[in-house]
């Protein structure tokens, strides 16, 4: 099969330019991207490529304009293909994307190529409705729209009202979707379309191996990798912990986000460590060498229904206990892999981490490498992108 994949994958030498200046990366949609791509390479599926990168606004990002280019990187994730140019400033990017990603498609012979997109935007639906007209169209939801922001900016709001209406509008034109939550459905108008659920993909960049010189320290270390957000339950993390007592216990942070926030906190409590954004194989190691892996997002929160949380894969697939609170979002299946917050206050969290730091290691070594089993045998690329791709060849039969 040939099929024409629309993303927001950024190449690796725009993911190190925003690492180098300590700006926002969009790692968890870059892996996933990535995960994607080569799972669609296992099944022998041939992919023609365009990316729109996913990249900080000028001026917080030196960058004034990106310019396009044929992305060639090798490897066991390696990509090919086109990365769309744009001026870089809000909303301006957006209608530069718009304009570009239309010139690519006329530019093709689609030959009727199956088209897949990731992530629920404007512009790719726009174009893409316009311009591949007679294309079969599947779309990847990684998130709705929605809920991918906490700005009560209300000149935001706005945009995001007039956004939302394009996406409502083009959605009737897609054929089959692609979900990571079930509760996705109806906000996507899926209807009776086909839909597969895809809750992540695990992409094993080297085999798992736990950092036997951690183990001998006295430290027990509570790691949380990812965005810093207050509405993620951040604060409540950083309450849970400083009432733990005992200098044995850490808590590290990695990631960018609200980093005002972390200041307050390593002011009133030097366990707590903050890291910064790191490159993806750092977190990685950091994440097999900590003691627990945490997640505090709240079930309360809407947006947790329609979002499998991304790091879920990456932290069981490391082999370390994960401990998280029970989202509507996770399936079944994954219960008997997770530690949960039974009692989602401060105290609450609080005493479950320190329960499961204090339990016996030999035991939380196997519970972690259970878990990554799980992951690396049920949920790896070519696994479920087979999944998505039988749902393609089913709608074209």
Not at 71 to 76: D, H
Not at 89 to 108: A, D, E, F, G, T
Not at 111 to 127: C, D, E, H, K, W
Request: charged share 25%; proline share 4%; net charge neutral.
């Amino acid at each position: 099969m040939k099929i024409v994949f629309i993303g927001l994958v950024n190449s690796l030498t725009l993911i190190e330019q925003q690492l180098h200046e300590k700006v926002y990366t969009e790692y968890a949609a870059d892996t996933f991207q990535r995960a994607l791509l080569d799972g669609f390479r296992s099944n022998s599926c041939e992919v023609d490529l365009i990316t729109a990168p996913s990249i900080t606004s000028y001026p917080k990002y030196s960058k004034f304009i990106q310019r396009g280019f044929y992305i060639e990187e090798k490897g066991k994730e390696s990509i090919s293909g086109d990365s769309l140019g744009f001026v870089n400033l809000p909303v301006i990017k957006l209608i530069c994307k718009l304009i570009n990603l239309s010139v690519s498609l006329l530019k093709r012979d689609l030959s009727n190529r199956p088209i897949v997109m990731y992530g629920v935007t404007s512009f790719q639906l726009l174009a893409v409705t316009i311009f591949a007209r007679r294309n079969k169209k599947y779309l990847i939801v990684p998130d709705l729209p929605e809920f991918m922001s906490g700005s009560r900016n209300p000149i935001y709001r706005l945009l995001k009202s007039f956004d939302r209406y394009i996406i409502n509008r083009t959605l009737i034109h897609i054929d089959g979707f692609v979900l990571l939550s079930n509760a996705m459905a109806m906000p996507m108008k899926v209807g009776n379309k086909p839909r597969v659920l895809v809750e992540g993909i695990y992409s094993q960049q080297k085999p798992i191996q736990r950092n036997e010189m951690v183990a001998t320290k006295n430290e027990k270390v509570v790691l949380y990798t990812g965005t810093i957000e207050e509405r993620y339950g951040l604060r409540d993390l950083f309450d849970a912990f400083t009432q733990i007592e005992g200098e044995e216990y850490r808590l590290w942070i990695c990631g960018g986000g609200e980093t005002d926030m972390i200041n307050e906190y390593i002011c009133k409590d030097r366990r707590i460590i903050y890291f910064g954004t790191l490159p993806r194989e750092r977190v990685l190691e950091m994440q097999r060498d900590a003691t627990l892996l945490v997640n505090p997002r709240h079930r309360n929160e809407e947006f947790t229904k329609y979002s499998f949380p991304s790091k879920t894969m990456e932290y069981m697939a490391s082999g370390t206990p994960t401990l998280m609170c029970k989202l509507e979002s996770i399936p079944e299946e994954y219960n008997k892999h997770l530690f949960f917050f039974e009692d989602e206050s401060v105290a609450g969290m609080s005493n479950r981490i320190k329960e499961l730091l204090d339990a016996p290691s030999e035991e939380m070594m196997k519970f972690g490498e259970l878990a990554s089993r799980f992951i690396l045998e049920n949920k790896n690329a070519k696994e479920q992108t087979r999944r998505i791709l039988e749902m393609i060849e089913n709608i074209h039969q």
